[in-house]
């Protein structure tokens, strides 16, 4: 909004730049403060985009397979974005960002 509301950006240019201004704010918060990850950045930002593209297309067959089923897109969505946190999380520390929370619990108990 910001983008096109206040610098008169065009919509199709706003929309794509804030999404991955997003994606990259993201990633690094992620990196930095949740996980104090350790590991390649360039690695993790490749894996991170990939589960970008994996969790966009769960979220569309989970909604509208809910939908499909009789219980509306609203429930999907519910649905979707738990299921989705749920493994983000799993996925994030365990795949992206693997072995840096240990690392840096290991600094933590050494200071």
Not at 15 to 41: D, E
């Given at each position: 909004?910001?983008?096109?509301?206040?610098?008169?950006?065009?919509?199709?240019?706003?929309?794509?730049?804030?999404?991955?201004t997003?994606?990259?704010?993201?990633?690094?918060?992620?990196?930095?403060f949740?996980?104090r990850?350790?590991?390649?950045?360039?690695?993790?930002?490749?894996?991170?985009?990939?589960?970008?593209?994996?969790?966009?297309?769960?979220?569309?067959?989970?909604?509208?397979?809910?939908?499909?089923?009789?219980?509306?897109?609203?429930?999907?969505?519910?649905?979707?974005?738990?299921?989705?946190?749920?493994?983000?999380?799993?996925?994030?520390?365990?795949?992206?960002?693997?072995?840096?929370?240990?690392?840096?619990?290991?600094?933590?108990?050494?200071?």
């Amino acid at each position: 909004m910001l983008l096109h509301e206040v610098f008169f950006v065009e919509l199709w240019i706003a929309t794509p730049i804030a999404f991955l201004t997003s994606l990259a704010f993201n990633f690094a918060l992620q990196r930095v403060f949740t996980f104090r990850a350790t590991n390649g950045k360039s690695v993790s930002f490749l894996k991170y985009c990939l589960l970008v593209v994996f969790n966009t297309l769960a979220v569309d067959v989970i909604v509208n397979l809910i939908d499909w089923l009789g219980a509306g897109y609203q429930v999907g969505k519910v649905v979707s974005t738990v299921m989705i946190t749920a493994w983000n999380f799993l996925l994030y520390k365990h795949w992206i960002f693997r072995g840096s929370s240990s690392a840096a619990e290991t600094q933590k108990m050494s200071a």
